[in-house]
């Protein structure tokens, strides 16, 4: 059967880039830069592009579209059952995600429609947690069916499993050219209005301010690498999945550069956009920058709806932009994630794109109904926080681990990229993979697990947010288990019989 292709470079650029740019870099990339030495940070987060973010893309693209298969598929042809395990770890770790991103995105559907006229009225955090998500049992329950959130999570499923449903260049490549153009015209045009608020030079101030005394403390450059880790979307499976679909003749080398480079421009952008509006809202209230600033869920969702009450005008119609643009940012995503495991399940098991799309795709929609239930934010904090650290940066450490050391795969993709591309790699790229990027993700790895085991999260409990220890291993250590458990079960079971020979020559 022949393999589905992307009708242009462009298309696969635009899905590439669209499944990077999701709502974490929105948020994420300007808190982390602004915690760690400010406008001294791009030097370690440069360096971290080009000695892991590029490289390991370079490795991913180049891994799918030599070996023409999802993830699973990819790994089992270039080592065989000894190899076919990671890709499936890196394929549940993309479903895990996926049930608990869906429903952010469901929320961001809602705050748009709340945009219009404000309904989240002055106290934004207490209208988030208890009248919006009504948080209202303890960690570990999960309380009746929050409709304000089911609803809208239906509507992002139904829209994601259309949309791959229609296949990869009718379905993907035509959704994310609409999408991502988009995004970035709704994008600039929140940022435009930022930057000219009263107040918007002040934030921008605090985020370039640069600290240069920071770039001697090792935090800021694990910090660095560990965000250009997540931000790209590598050991999701995803960017092997995306690369497969690449016509034979295709520039690997130039479209990681194109990727890398253009995910890192709307992490700035977004930097711009974020610490001007905080900027304007610090000065609204007499206060420091660092006072409003914070991360994650509580900046679109609580302080951003604070800032857009503060507008001076026009507030219903910018609160739409920006919760319109996490929506767009947040289905681009989740269509290159729920990707993995269509296609690892469709070619495992020789069925349909459609029957993968309605059984996977249906089975992450049944289990993300957990995160829109009253203790749901509980539950997406807990497995959010394990999944990443402990799937997602742990598949990374491995995958580069075992290709270019173990396997001695790295000259045979090499010379594969280079028999294609424009940009030839050499001794920069071998020695990134081979040598930088898992000391450093080694050092996280240790950090992480020694943080974790030892239990030295400032908490009473000791625990991650100081949930108890039942809920830690139930909700966290069990799910992220879990992923590598199951990859390790779907790589015993046989290949539909058109899927196991594979010629090295290709």
């Known amino acids: 059967m022949e393999r589905s292709q992307w009708g242009t470079r462009a298309g696969f650029i635009m899905a ?36 892991a973010g590029i490289p390991i893309l370079i490795l991913e693209f180049t ?16 080592g065989g059952k000894k190899l076919e395990w990671l890709g499936w770890w890196a394929v549940f770790v993309s479903f895990i995600i996926s049930v608990y991103y869906a429903v952010i995105i469901a929320w961001a559907m809602r705050y748009t429609i709340f945009s219009i006229n404000q309904a989240w009225g002055t106290d934004t955090q207490d209208f988030l947690f208890n009248e919006f998500l009504q948080l209202t049992v303890s960690p570990g329950q999960t309380g009746g069916i929050v409709w304000g959130v089911f609803i809208p999570l239906v509507l992002v ?3 994601t499993l259309g949309i791959l449903l229609a296949g990869v260049k009718k379905g993907i490549e035509v959704a994310n050219r609409i999408f991502i153009p988009t995004l970035v015209v709704i994008f600039l045009a929140v940022v435009i209005r930022a930057v000219t608020l009263d107040g918007a030079l002040v934030g921008l101030e605090a985020f370039f301010q640069p600290d240069f005394s920071a770039i001697m403390d090792p935090s800021v450059w694990v910090a660095a690498y560990g965000h250009i880790f997540f931000s790209l979307s590598v050991a999701f499976a995803i960017m092997i999945t995306y690369s497969s679909y690449l016509p034979k003749k295709s520039d690997i080398t130039n479209n990681a ?5 253009a995910n890192s421009s709307f992490e700035l952008l977004a930097g711009i956009g974020v610490f001007a509006a905080l900027g304007f809202m610090a000065s609204q209230q007499g206060v420091e920058v660092s006072e409003v600033a ?13 800032i857009i009450n503060e507008f001076p005008g026009f507030n219903g119609l910018f609160g739409v932009l920006f919760f319109l643009s996490l929506t767009l940012a947040g289905l681009t995503s989740l269509m290159s994630i729920t990707e993995t495991y269509v296609a690892g399940f469709s070619e495992k098991f020789g069925i349909s794109r459609r029957k993968s799309v309605l059984f996977g795709g249906g089975l992450a929609a049944l289990i993300s ?3 829109a239930t009253q203790g749901g934010l509980f539950f997406l904090d807990l497995a959010d926080y394990f999944i990443n650290q402990f799937g997602v940066a742990a598949i990374g450490l491995v995958e580069v681990v075992l290709v270019v050391w173990v396997f001695r795969k790295a000259d045979t993709l090499k010379a594969h990229a280079n028999e294609i591309s424009d940009i030839h790699l050499g001794g920069w790229w071998k ?14 790895m240790f950090g992480l697990l020694k943080l974790n085991i030892l239990k030295e999260f ?15 291993l139930s909700g966290g250590v069990a799910v992220a288990s879990a992923a590598i458990i199951f990859g390790v079960l779907f790589s015993l079971a046989k290949w539909h019989k058109e899927q196991g020979e594979y010629d090295e020559r290709n």
Request: charge should be neutral; glycine fraction near 14%.
């Open 294 to 306: 914070t991360a994650g869920v509580g900046l679109a969702f609580v302080v951003f709806p604070q």
């Open 458 to 472: 400032d908490t009473e409990t000791g625990n991650y947010e100081g949930y108890s220890d039942m809920f830690t």
């Open 369 to 371: 109904i957990l995160f």
């Open 63 to 78: 891994i799918g579209h030599k070996y023409r298969g999802s993830a699973p598929l990819s790994f089992f042809r270039m």
């Open 431 to 444: 020695f990134s993979l081979g040598i930088i990027t898992p000391i450093v993700l080694g050092y996280m």
């Open 257 to 261: 550069f194109i990727t890398g480079f």
């Open 16 to 51: 590439a880039v669209g499944s990077a740019v999701g709502l974490g870099n929105i948020w994420r990339f300007p808190y982390v830069a602004f915690e760690n030495g400010g406008g001294a940070f791009f030097i370690p987060y440069l360096f971290a592009l080009l000695t």
């Open 157 to 159: 499923w139904v829209i």
